[in-house]
């Protein structure tokens, strides 16, 4: 890689995208000889258990979680092989994800190691060699993903909103915002949407049925109106 005016430019190149078989990970993730904190996250979204290799990829497991805009979500997916200064390099990426119609390789970072000049290089050179291939590349870092009270709300909206939502009851609640066009979440904390109104709510809200501003504060005076599914508009911003 050389650089002109300060900006990288490629003249090396992808060499592999190896993908783990069978859907599985290119190297196990939970081990009990692990001496660092690793663990599972259930997945509404994937129907099975997630694993993370750090608390910090936790996190960024639940804001995935709750995005209606990631439709697909895989971690440790691929090897990937690359030139980079002259020297073949190797490089697993935490999670695959589909979102907006992009397919994106991402990696989790501190925002101290994120700036390293290796890592800087390797991340300039991924994003411009990815993306012949069909792919994008992107790092996230600890100051984006821990952002409050976007995280906790992330959390606590996925934890309650584990259970699917009747398509009976999701008409009465289309109906219900219908008649003034958003609720207040004292509301749904009264259940106006019936039974079990925080919960049902909750998933919609997973689900892009439902919209909330995950980036305040859900007070009572939080507004949830109704959605487009996939879109996003949870969290933006």
């Given at each position: 890689?050389?650089?002109?005016?300060?900006?990288?430019?490629?003249?090396?190149?992808?060499?592999?995208?190896?993908?783990?078989?069978?859907?599985?990970?290119?190297?196990?993730?939970?081990?009990?000889?692990?001496?660092?904190?690793?663990?599972?996250?259930?997945?509404?979204?994937?129907?099975?258990?997630?694993?993370?290799?750090?608390?910090?990829?936790?996190?960024?497991?639940?804001?995935?979680?709750?995005?209606?805009?990631?439709?697909?979500?895989?971690?440790?997916?691929?090897?990937?092989?690359?030139?980079?200064?002259?020297?073949?390099?190797?490089?697993?990426?935490?999670?695959?994800?589909?979102?907006?119609?992009?397919?994106?390789?991402?990696?989790?970072?501190?925002?101290?190691?994120?700036?390293?000049?290796?890592?800087?290089?390797?991340?300039?050179?991924?994003?411009?060699?990815?993306?012949?291939?069909?792919?994008?590349?992107?790092?996230?870092?600890?100051?984006?993903?821990?952002?409050?009270?976007?995280?906790?709300?992330?959390?606590?909206?996925?934890?309650?909103?584990?259970?699917?939502v009747s398509l009976v009851d999701e008409e009465s609640i289309r109906r219900k915002?219908?008649?003034?066009?958003?609720?207040?979440?004292?509301?749904?904390?009264?259940?106006?949407?019936?039974?079990?109104?925080?919960?049902?709510?909750?998933?919609?809200?997973?689900?892009?049925?439902?919209?909330?501003?995950?980036?305040?504060?859900?007070?009572?005076?939080?507004?949830?109106?109704?959605?487009?599914?996939?879109?996003?508009?949870?969290?933006?911003?």
């Amino acid at each position: 890689m050389t650089r002109v005016n300060g900006t990288p430019r490629v003249i090396e190149g992808v060499v592999d995208i190896q993908w783990a078989p069978g859907g599985k990970r290119i190297r196990r993730v939970v081990k009990r000889s692990n001496k660092r904190i690793t663990g599972k996250l259930p997945s509404w979204k994937m129907g099975r258990m997630l694993h993370w290799e750090s608390k910090l990829e936790r996190d960024a497991l639940y804001l995935h979680e709750a995005d209606p805009a990631v439709t697909f979500i895989r971690e440790q997916p691929v090897r990937l092989r690359f030139m980079m200064n002259g020297e073949l390099r190797s490089h697993v990426p935490d999670f695959y994800v589909e979102t907006n119609g992009k397919k994106i390789f991402r990696e989790v970072k501190t925002t101290e190691d994120a700036a390293l000049q290796e890592i800087r290089e390797r991340t300039d050179v991924l994003k411009q060699l990815l993306p012949i291939h069909g792919f994008e590349y992107d790092v996230i870092t600890d100051e984006e993903i821990k952002a409050e009270p976007r995280l906790e709300n992330a959390k606590w909206i996925t934890r309650l909103g584990k259970d699917t939502v009747s398509l009976v009851d999701e008409e009465s609640i289309r109906r219900k915002i219908a008649e003034k066009g958003h609720v207040k979440w004292s509301e749904v904390k009264k259940d106006c949407f019936g039974d079990y109104s925080v919960p049902k709510a909750c998933r919609l809200i997973l689900e892009g049925n439902l919209r909330i501003d995950i980036n305040k504060s859900i007070t009572g005076d939080a507004r949830v109106s109704y959605g487009e599914k996939g879109k996003g508009g949870n969290h933006n911003g």
